[in-house]
């Protein structure tokens, strides 16, 4: 079992930049990391996600070459900078721990809390 706890949203402005940070309270080499986000009335929605070795990545088109998605095993906390941030950005971002990096919520056994990110126009 692991615990994770997301930090570093905010309120910032369309072409902003934003370092999300998930915290967790164990050995996150034993999982697949991802990123999900849900906004208002939504579904949750896939971001990103690397697998346990951390070589592979995968992200949503609707992300792809504004966010990158890392890791510091020594300090069990994955990151996701995000970039030339939009309005449609804006949402409820979790990070979560599973056995595979898939783009699936269900496939991941452990979630954190959310942190809030909103970009105005």
């Known amino acids: 079992q692991v615990q994770l706890v997301e930090s570093g949203g905010g309120l910032v402005q369309a072409g902003d930049s934003l370092r999300l940070t998930c915290t967790a309270d164990g050995g996150i080499s034993r999982y697949a990391m991802a990123w999900f986000r849900q906004a208002p009335g939504k579904e949750r929605e896939f971001v990103a996600s690397?697998?346990?070795?951390?070589?592979?990545?995968k992200y949503a088109d609707s992300v792809k070459g504004r966010f990158t998605i890392s890791r510091d095993n020594a300090k069990n906390t994955v990151y996701l900078q995000m970039t030339s941030l939009k309005p449609e950005d804006t949402a409820v971002y979790s990070c979560?721990?599973?056995?595979?990096?898939?783009?699936?919520?269900?496939?991941?056994?452990?979630w954190g809390q959310g942190t809030q990110v909103t970009v105005s126009s």
């Open positions: 690397f697998t346990r070795s951390g070589w592979s990545t």
């Open positions: 979560a721990a599973g056995n595979l990096p898939t783009r699936i919520p269900d496939d991941y056994n452990y």
